[in-house]
Each structure stands twice: as structure tokens, then as C-alpha cells.
């Protein structure tokens, strides 16, 4: 059967998604999750956590917010409200306390947090807005530009 511990259901899960919960699932086909006993922790990109509970999809270029549910940003941009993002797709930024702003196309704000993987010739900023830098460069820590390692 699907039964589990604590009298919790399994609940499918769609290839890809991250398994929730306290424990792992067991007595479970694989790729089923357990529910209730969890904490809202990131989901890989396009991924949600319905109100702390089911791993959903959300439409691309979407990410959760408030762990609830899906909040659209302007391309490029990326928000998280109670959760960083665990896994950012490439040019994109992590998160933690404030909804993205817009930049000038190609930049990058963080008010909270830096890029935690800047692509080729992007900026990192970590508590302003982002400026130009020579190509190649970041900015680093409010101050000057330097080298990124590729």
C-alpha cells in the first residue's frame, strides 16, 4: 500500500521535483512524497510549495513566493519571499528578503544577497543598485569592480 507514518498520505510527485518532508518517504513508489510534518524549504527552479505542503509546478520563468504560490517577475529577475532559491537557473539571481527591482538589461540587483553565480560579463551587486563595470568585471561589496573566475 501507500501508507506511511503518522497516518500521512504519499502523494505523487512529478520527475524532477523535490521530495519534502521530515523523513523520507517510505512504503512509497519512487518519486512520491510524504505530506504534513515539513517545513518550506527552496524547490528547484519553477517549483513551488503549495502552502508548505505539495511540491507544484509553476509556469516557467515563475518562482514561490511566500511559500504559497507562484509570483511572476519581469525576465531575468527572480523573487523569494521566505525561501531562497536553492537552485538558480543560469543568469538568474538569489534572493532572500525583497522583490526584485528592474535593472538596465544585462544587470543585476541585490539588496539582501549577492549573485551566487554570476554569469560571463553580468554584475554582482551586494547593497546597491548595480552600475556598469568593464566587461568581464563585477562589482563587488558596494565598492569596486574586479575580476569574476569563470
Same mark, same amino acid.
Not at 523573487?79 to 536553492?86: G, K, L, N, Y
Not at 549577492?114 to 554582482?124: N, Q, S, V, W, Y
Not at 561589496?141 to 569574476?148: H, L, Q, S, V, Y
Given at each position: 500500500? *501507500?501508507?506511511?507514518?503518522?497516518?500521512?498520505?504519499?502523494?505523487?510527485?512529478?520527475?524532477?521535483?523535490?521530495?519534502?518532508?521530515?523523513?523520507?518517504?517510505?512504503?512509497?513508489?519512487?518519486?512520491?512524497?510524504?505530506?504534513?510534518?515539513?517545513?518550506?524549504?527552496?524547490?528547484?527552479?519553477?517549483?513551488?510549495? *503549495?502552502?508548505?505542503?505539495?511540491?507544484?509546478?509553476?509556469?516557467?520563468?515563475?518562482?514561490?513566493?511566500?511559500?504559497?504560490?507562484?509570483?511572476?517577475?519581469?525576465?531575468?529577475?527572480?523573487?523569494?519571499?521566505?525561501?531562497?532559491?536553492?537552485?538558480?537557473?543560469?543568469?538568474?539571481?538569489?534572493?532572500?528578503?525583497?522583490?526584485?527591482?528592474?535593472?538596465?538589461?544585462?544587470?543585476? *540587483?541585490?539588496?539582501?544577497?549577492?549573485?551566487?553565480?554570476?554569469?560571463?560579463?553580468?554584475? *554582482?551587486?551586494?547593497?546597491?543598485?548595480?552600475?556598469?563595470?568593464?566587461?568581464?568585471?563585477?562589482?563587488?561589496?558596494?565598492?569596486?569592480?574586479?575580476?569574476?573566475?569563470?
Amino acid at each position: 500500500g *501507500k501508507l506511511m507514518q503518522n497516518c500521512v498520505r504519499c502523494h505523487g510527485c512529478p520527475h524532477g521535483r523535490l521530495r519534502r518532508g521530515c523523513v523520507e518517504c517510505s512504503g512509497c513508489k519512487h518519486g512520491r512524497l510524504k505530506q504534513l510534518c515539513v517545513r518550506c524549504r527552496a524547490c528547484p527552479h519553477g517549483l513551488v510549495r *503549495k502552502n508548505c505542503k505539495e511540491c507544484i509546478g509553476c509556469p516557467h520563468g515563475k518562482l514561490k513566493h511566500g511559500c504559497a504560490q507562484c509570483g511572476g517577475c519581469p525576465h531575468g529577475k527572480v523573487r523569494a519571499c521566505c525561501v531562497t532559491c536553492s537552485a538558480c537557473p543560469h543568469g538568474k539571481l538569489k534572493r532572500n528578503c525583497r522583490q526584485c527591482n528592474g535593472c538596465p538589461h544585462g544587470k543585476l *540587483k541585490a539588496q539582501c544577497s549577492i549573485c551566487g553565480a554570476c554569469p560571463h560579463g553580468k554584475l *554582482k551587486a551586494s547593497c546597491a543598485e548595480c552600475t556598469g563595470c568593464p566587461h568581464g568585471k563585477v562589482r563587488h561589496a558596494c565598492a569596486i569592480c574586479r575580476g569574476c573566475p569563470h
